[in-house]
Nanobody, 116 residues
Protein backbone atom coordinates (compact mmCIF):
# COMPACT_ATOMS: atom_id res chain seq x y z
CA UNK A 1 0.00 0.00 0.00
CA UNK A 2 1.17 3.49 -0.88
CA UNK A 3 -0.33 6.55 0.74
CA UNK A 4 -0.11 9.97 -0.90
CA UNK A 5 -0.89 13.15 0.99
CA UNK A 6 -1.15 16.46 -0.86
CA UNK A 7 -0.92 19.92 0.62
CA UNK A 8 -0.56 23.50 -0.52
CA UNK A 9 -3.81 24.23 -2.31
CA UNK A 10 -5.82 27.37 -1.77
CA UNK A 11 -7.33 30.51 -3.24
CA UNK A 12 -5.05 32.72 -5.30
CA UNK A 13 -5.62 35.71 -7.57
CA UNK A 14 -4.87 35.41 -11.28
CA UNK A 15 -1.17 35.78 -11.90
CA UNK A 16 -0.30 34.41 -8.50
CA UNK A 17 1.66 31.34 -7.49
CA UNK A 18 1.14 28.23 -5.42
CA UNK A 19 3.33 25.29 -4.52
CA UNK A 20 1.76 21.89 -4.04
CA UNK A 21 3.48 19.10 -2.14
CA UNK A 22 2.84 15.38 -2.17
CA UNK A 23 4.39 13.09 0.41
CA UNK A 24 4.46 9.36 -0.20
CA UNK A 25 4.56 6.73 2.52
CA UNK A 26 4.06 3.02 2.88
CA UNK A 27 5.42 0.67 0.23
CA UNK A 28 7.42 3.39 -1.50
CA UNK A 29 9.75 0.81 -3.04
CA UNK A 30 6.89 -0.06 -5.41
CA UNK A 31 6.69 3.48 -6.82
CA UNK A 32 7.91 3.80 -10.39
CA UNK A 33 7.00 7.37 -11.18
CA UNK A 34 4.97 10.18 -9.64
CA UNK A 35 3.06 13.06 -11.07
CA UNK A 36 0.19 15.49 -10.78
CA UNK A 37 -3.27 15.41 -12.33
CA UNK A 38 -6.20 17.77 -12.00
CA UNK A 39 -9.94 17.66 -12.42
CA UNK A 40 -12.08 20.72 -12.99
CA UNK A 41 -15.85 20.67 -12.40
CA UNK A 42 -17.62 18.85 -15.19
CA UNK A 43 -14.37 17.76 -16.82
CA UNK A 44 -12.32 14.60 -16.88
CA UNK A 45 -9.18 14.21 -14.85
CA UNK A 46 -6.16 15.27 -16.88
CA UNK A 47 -2.41 15.04 -16.62
CA UNK A 48 -0.67 18.18 -15.43
CA UNK A 49 2.93 17.03 -15.04
CA UNK A 50 4.78 13.81 -14.33
CA UNK A 51 8.19 12.26 -14.18
CA UNK A 52 9.02 9.49 -16.59
CA UNK A 53 10.80 6.28 -15.67
CA UNK A 54 13.96 7.76 -17.17
CA UNK A 55 13.71 10.83 -14.96
CA UNK A 56 12.59 13.34 -17.54
CA UNK A 57 9.33 15.26 -17.26
CA UNK A 58 6.09 15.58 -19.19
CA UNK A 59 3.81 18.60 -19.01
CA UNK A 60 0.37 19.37 -20.34
CA UNK A 61 0.61 21.97 -23.08
CA UNK A 62 -1.62 24.28 -21.07
CA UNK A 63 0.89 24.53 -18.21
CA UNK A 64 4.24 24.45 -20.03
CA UNK A 65 6.41 27.35 -19.02
CA UNK A 66 4.27 28.09 -15.96
CA UNK A 67 4.36 24.92 -13.86
CA UNK A 68 7.39 22.99 -12.69
CA UNK A 69 7.43 19.52 -11.18
CA UNK A 70 10.28 18.60 -8.88
CA UNK A 71 11.10 16.01 -6.28
CA UNK A 72 13.17 15.25 -3.23
CA UNK A 73 13.75 11.55 -3.43
CA UNK A 74 15.11 11.20 0.08
CA UNK A 75 11.89 12.73 1.36
CA UNK A 76 9.67 10.73 -1.01
CA UNK A 77 8.08 14.04 -1.89
CA UNK A 78 7.01 15.57 -5.18
CA UNK A 79 6.25 19.25 -5.68
CA UNK A 80 4.35 21.26 -8.24
CA UNK A 81 5.34 24.90 -8.47
CA UNK A 82 2.57 26.80 -10.22
CA UNK A 83 3.23 30.33 -11.47
CA UNK A 84 1.23 32.79 -13.54
CA UNK A 85 -1.95 31.05 -12.47
CA UNK A 86 -5.08 31.50 -14.54
CA UNK A 87 -8.76 31.01 -13.69
CA UNK A 88 -8.77 27.96 -15.96
CA UNK A 89 -6.23 26.33 -13.64
CA UNK A 90 -8.98 26.05 -11.05
CA UNK A 91 -9.40 22.37 -10.22
CA UNK A 92 -8.82 19.70 -7.64
CA UNK A 93 -5.20 18.63 -7.99
CA UNK A 94 -4.32 15.00 -7.35
CA UNK A 95 -0.97 13.43 -6.71
CA UNK A 96 -0.46 10.16 -8.55
CA UNK A 97 1.99 7.31 -8.25
CA UNK A 98 2.45 4.59 -10.81
CA UNK A 99 3.35 1.39 -9.01
CA UNK A 100 4.69 -1.99 -9.90
CA UNK A 101 2.34 -4.39 -11.72
CA UNK A 102 0.44 -1.51 -13.32
CA UNK A 103 -1.19 -0.35 -10.12
CA UNK A 104 -1.95 3.28 -9.35
CA UNK A 105 -2.16 5.26 -6.15
CA UNK A 106 -3.95 8.58 -5.74
CA UNK A 107 -3.96 11.24 -3.08
CA UNK A 108 -7.14 12.71 -1.68
CA UNK A 109 -6.80 15.85 -3.77
CA UNK A 110 -6.27 19.49 -2.92
CA UNK A 111 -8.44 22.33 -4.18
CA UNK A 112 -6.82 25.11 -6.18
CA UNK A 113 -9.02 28.11 -6.94
CA UNK A 114 -7.88 31.02 -9.07
CA UNK A 115 -10.18 33.99 -8.71
CA UNK A 116 -10.07 37.72 -8.17
Amino acid sequence: QVQLVESGGGLVQPGGSLRLSCAASGSIFSIKVMGWYRQAPGKERELVARFTVGGSTNYADSVKGRFTISRESFKNTVYLQMNSLKPEDTAVYYCNAELSYGLLAWGQGTQVTISS
